[in-house]
DNA sequence: CACTTATACGGAACATTGTTCCGTTTAGCA
DNA sequence: TGCTAAACGGAACAATGTTCCGTATAAGTG
């Protein structure tokens, strides 16, 4: 691949993402090509659907976000990376106004979505959650899918309302998940 | 107002009915118009957005959905009657391919329908499974929002398999509800 | 019934946006 | 340096929401 090809691509990519958090998923192609100093043309060389740019960022953006989870366990103790990643990946699906339609709107280049999104994210947050369960830092009667989709749905809600809104949900989330450490189940 | 601008009002409803039906809520404005018999101008001059003939279009199904609760009730037993118009409700939702995408859009037009849905619906559904629950036909642990909101459920996932998915499921979601009948709660 | 006028109508024209096409430019290589 | 396949840019096309305005007409009025 010619190397001003892949610097388009990154560059497109990037682009993309901002406007996409700026602007939701239905940004113009041609503003997300100006900003990446590009011609409409070079967009389509490179994804001849609009939407495969899209499934493009948010896959790239998914992989970041699982990414971050080791590295969260790496620089802090097993709760607190817990926490810190709940936090990233409120922040990511923040940026994704117009995700959940775009799931279901049938459109074949969103397909492969839930899938990215179950072999990568789930089993990051599934490490990290197991590691903050046997450090006895959170309690241990809550599933990873359940989780996430609780964090996801709560960001989804919170998105209409002021910023800000989804930290704090989350940051109760995780109080919640803390306040029954060690148990198995029951309030305490 | 002037008789021909009703008609014409009219032509519009059922025309966009039919049409959304076909090709979901996306159709172009061009069609409708032309299945009714009217220019473009004359659809934008009684609907100022595309998303208002939308939003008339459902509240006219969603009070002629209403509407037939007490004609079924009069018409036939307390089960037999509910087990009917949850089946009309289920075919409702059927023709609604693109509902739960206009709704959550965050297009203005569209606020006021779930307010209008639990206005009608609600109290529709209310009624029937009361009657059904008295006469000692259904069972009564269950409540009407859930009730409404499984069909919802129901109907918006067999939209993507074969036709008449929707109607067996509905189907048996209404055996069981006579499953229990008679019954508080449990299985039998 | 003829006349008048406010109202409504129709569809061409405009604006926006996804997508295609092709003449021009350039990276990578011999 | 010169060649060529790959990539680029943006004009042009197509589809669709929306506006505008000249024309037609419903419904009063004399």
Not at 8 to 34: C, M, Q, Y
Not at 143 to 170: F, I, W
Request: aromatic content about 6%; charged content about 20%.
């Amino acid at each position: 691949m010619r190397a001003d090809a892949q610097r388009n691509i990154d560059a497109l990519l990037e682009a993309a993402k901002t406007v996409f958090a700026t602007s939701g998923v239905d940004a113009p192609v041609r503003e997300i090509a100006e900003m990446a100093g590009v011609g409409v043309g070079t967009v389509y060389r490179h994804f001849p659907q609009r939407a495969d740019l899209v499934a493009a960022v948010f896959r790239r953006e998914i992989l970041a976000c699982a990414d971050a989870a080791p590295v969260l366990a790496a620089e802090h103790g097993p709760g607190e990376a817990l926490a810190l990643w709940m936090q990233r990946f409120a922040a990511f699906i923040a940026t994704k106004r117009g995700l959940a339609t775009a799931l279901y709107s049938g459109d074949p280049a969103f397909e492969s979505l839930p899938a990215y999104f179950e072999a990568h994210l789930v089993p990051a947050l599934e490490g990290l959650l197991a590691a903050a369960v046997a450090a006895g830092e959170v309690r241990d009667d809550v599933g990873t899918s359940e989780l996430m989709n609780a964090v996801g749905g709560l960001c989804m809600q919170a998105q209409k309302d002021k910023p800000g809104q989804s930290d704090r949900m989350v940051a109760l989330l995780i109080d919640g998940l803390r306040y029954g450490a060690g148990r198995s189940s029951g309030k305490p």
